[in-house]
T-cell receptor, first 116, second 111 residues
């Protein structure tokens, strides 16, 4: 169908709360990526899925961050005990594959998370 | 750091002029990708150039890659006000897929 979609587009939460951010990749794309971007900076890699499994989670900043992709399509990024420093735009991207021949990544519009 | 480093950080030109942005990286790459971002949201893929390619064109965009110097450049010809955006290069260092972005070049095209 259409491009990568992300919900919600904006999320405001209080410090200490739990949040979930959702990503719907392009149909048929096996690779899915999460990045986050702070103001004035480039996107920073968080985690990459190939199918259902996390192929590389080296970018997750700490154990408060967790992501799943149980059926190899939709992914959810989960943040526990949110901190003000978690405020950023969270971007999701998908590509045909992340292994072998590496293809361009298609990005969603992002979720702007604000922790007050 | 393995991120691409864009230069200049900011560029302001008049409509119709050409804009050149440069990118340097640290180690050997699988490919290098250029993206555009408007208003701090969703990135748009522009061009992917593989390590065995030296030049690639797409419309008004021209990308070069010099693996001996570990650098790439993005040229936008006959710029338009709509080209105003941030431009990022993202080297891909292995076949694992994650992109390492720099801080980008903020391009402003004045009508």
């Amino acid at each position: 169908g259409a491009g990568v979609s992300q919900t919600p587009s904006n999320k405001v939460t209080e410090k200490g709360k739990y949040v979930e951010l959702r990503c719907d990749p392009i149909s048929g794309h096996t690779a899915l990526y999460w990045y986050r971007q702070s103001l004035g900076q480039g996107p920073e890699f968080l985690i990459y899925f190939q199918g259902t499994g996390a192929a590389d989670d080296s970018g997750l900043p700490n154990d408060r961050f967790f992501a799943v992709r149980p059926e190899g399509s939709v992914s959810t990024l989960k943040i526990q005990r949110t901190e003000r420093g978690d405020s950023a735009v969270y971007l999701c991207a998908s590509s045909l594959t992340g292994q072998g021949e590496s293809y361009e990544q298609y990005f969603g519009p992002g979720t702007r998370l604000t922790v007050t | 750091s393995q991120q691409g480093e864009e230069d200049p950080q900011a560029l302001s030109i008049q409509e119709g002029e050409n804009a050149t942005m440069n990118c340097s990286y640290k180690t050997s790459i699988n490919n290098l990708q250029w993206y555009r971002q408007n208003s701090g949201r969703g990135l748009v893929h522009l061009i992917l150039i593989r390590s065995n390619e030296r030049e690639k064109h797409s419309g008004r965009l021209r990308v070069t890659l010099d693996t001996s110097k570990k650098s790439s450049s993005l040229l936008i010809t006959a710029s338009r006000a709509a080209d105003t955006a941030s431009y990022f290069c993202a080297p891909l260092y292995n076949q694992g897929g994650k992109l390492i972005f720099g801080q980008g070049t903020e391009l402003s095209v004045k009508p």
